[in-house]
């Protein structure tokens, strides 16, 4: 861990301290160089300009890739489920990905590598232990300072857990680090802590987080684009299910205690009365960021010069949205992908075998048909006739260069958590508890609101495993091109019926982590690879 730390720790101080507080502000890509020294921790301005450093490094998590546009975030959680898109090969290796082959070198080199990771949970780390500390009798322009260095510290504390919350994720065991090291150059060298030990951790660090900050915003420009109670509260319904159905990959048992805490802490967002579904006629709204029931997200919002050329939707735009691109994407949507999500059942004659007389027999039976009713469908898709559908959930693209439309800029938000998200994670609860009946109220209910045809409503009398399946495509449909599917189809099993080269024994050896970059292992003999990529990277 060595020369993790040594090459993160001075990086993410330069990289915090430097950036400055206000909401145009509040992200920038390429920080200033400034120097660090005991003398900063002084002014609110100052713990206000370290946590806006936080949440850059952060977002350069989040949106960083290989060479090529790649968001990490949406390539773990997205791309690695072919069913639901496919890249075009380019070159990079990337296209192997979609095939679970993890091996390809620029994928390696870059989303095998968790450096960035910890430069942001190196920040955490410092303002962590330097918040405390610092005096807030000297805070003249904040109205209640022990309150300001309360929000600081929460979100401190949350940005360190969702950090580590990504990464248990992408790779189970990772280096738990949770001090911040006065000398890098003499830090210990850290082994892979156990999963279990990194998501207590993530637990630990959301409670206190919970703890110190409110439900409402002290600053309503930096609502929902920073942290507050509800944040919390999301972040840790989804650890509560990873760690209830992921612990222990050898068996489908379920810890329904964590299922339990995952159900209170959705409860307490909805009763807080601080969101509110998107109506569906302003769908589009919900991913430009800031809507009523976004929760937690990643600000990319061009207003504020904070737009990005390296966002997921560049993969799959084309002409019709941004001048200058070509016809071809990079990305396109697997026609299959909706077709088996967005179906309606009719009514047709035809022909059909009959195994009993060996025989063919013309009679009426049931066809399934793409469903255009879907508000999802309709705002999400285009080019639905042809073989290479596109996706424009994120199409909110704005010119830096006027006059000849050049210079594109997406301006929608990367959106971690939201409403939607949890209330339908109330229908996977409910499954585990045995609830059939409620988990088809919740689908249900999510198919008449966004104006699914009927025939796709499920019926009262299915089973425990068809509704779960029907639970994944709902999932599917509500949550495409957000970084969630690929955990979902793991945390339910369904990963059977939609990732075809995850296997169940590759599956019990852990082989949905990813390998570590071997660069990493350089000065630290702590470290070892991903067990099931030992021998194959």
């Not at 898709?381 to 909110?396: E, Q």
């Amino acid at each position: 861990m060595n020369k993790i730390i040594k090459s993160i720790a001075s990086c993410a101080v330069v990289a915090a301290i430097s950036l400055c507080s206000s909401c145009k502000d509040f992200l920038v890509e390429e920080p200033v160089n400034s120097t660090y020294s005991d003398a900063f921790w002084k002014k609110s301005s100052d713990l206000r300009s370290a946590l806006a450093g936080n949440y850059a490094l952060i977002r350069d998590v989040m949106s960083s890739g290989n060479w090529n546009v790649s968001p990490r975030y949406f390539m773990y959680g997205d791309a690695v489920a072919k069913n639901y898109f496919t890249m075009q090969y380019a070159g990079d290796g990337l296209e192997g990905i979609q095939n679970g082959d993890y091996t390809f070198q620029y994928n390696v080199e870059s989303l095998g590598d968790w450096t960035k990771y910890y430069k942001a949970i190196t920040m955490s780390n410092i303002l962590i232990n330097r918040v405390p500390t610092v005096d807030a009798t000297q805070f003249n322009d904040v109205a209640n300072p022990e309150k300001f260095k309360n929000e600081i510290l929460g979100e401190a504390y949350f940005l360190r857990a969702l950090a580590y919350f990504m990464m248990v994720r992408v790779w189970g065991d990772v280096p738990l680090i949770t001090e911040e090291y006065d000398d890098p150059i003499t830090a210990p060298e850290l082994p892979r802590s156990p999963k279990a030990d990194v998501m207590t951790q993530i637990e630990e660090d959301c409670i206190k987080a919970r703890d110190l900050l409110e439900w409402q915003y002290s600053n309503i420009g930096e609502a929902k684009v920073t942290a507050n109670k509800g944040s919390v509260h999301a972040l840790l319904a989804h650890l509560y299910l990873w760690r209830a159905t992921m612990s222990n990959v050898q068996t489908d048992a379920v810890n329904l205690e964590d299922v339990q805490k995952a159900d209170a802490s959705i409860d307490q967002v909805i009763q807080s009365g601080m969101y509110f579904q998107t109506d569906t006629s302003n769908y589009y709204k919900t991913f430009i960021g800031k809507s009523s029931e976004g929760i937690f997200e990643i600000a990319i919002d061009e207003n504020n010069r904070e737009g990005s050329n390296m966002h997921v939707a560049n993969l799959f735009l084309r002409t019709s949205h941004i001048q200058y691109y070509g016809t071809n994407s990079r990305c396109y949507v697997n026609p299959e992908y909706l077709t088996n999500h967005f179906y309606k059942i009719e009514r047709e004659w035809n022909w059909y075998w009959n195994y009993d007389l060996n025989q063919w027999e013309w009679k009426e039976g049931e066809v399934y048909a793409l469903d255009e009713k879907d508000v999802r469908l309709k705002k999400s898709f285009t080019d639905l006739d042809t073989d290479r559908p596109t996706c424009i959930k994120y199409s909110n693209v704005t010119y830096r260069n006027t006059s000849q439309n050049q210079d594109a800029y997406l301006s929608n938000n990367i959106i971690v958590f939201r409403l939607s998200d949890l209330l339908l994670l109330k229908a996977e609860i409910a499954l585990y508890r045995g609830e059939v009946g409620k988990a088809i109220d919740i689908i249900n209910g999510f198919r008449k609101r966004n104006g699914a045809d009927a025939s796709s409503y499920l019926a009262s009398n299915l089973s425990k495993d068809d509704v779960m399946y029907e639970y994944a495509l709902e999932r599917g449909k509500e949550m495409y091109l957000e970084g969630h599917l690929m955990y979902d189809l793991l945390r339910t099993r369904q990963y059977t019926n939609f990732v075809g080269w995850l296997s169940g024994s590759r599956f019990k050896q852990e082989g949905f982590y990813w390998p570590v970059n071997p660069a990493l292992f350089k000065n630290n003999n702590k470290l070892v690879q991903t067990s099931y990529w030992r021998g194959k990277v």
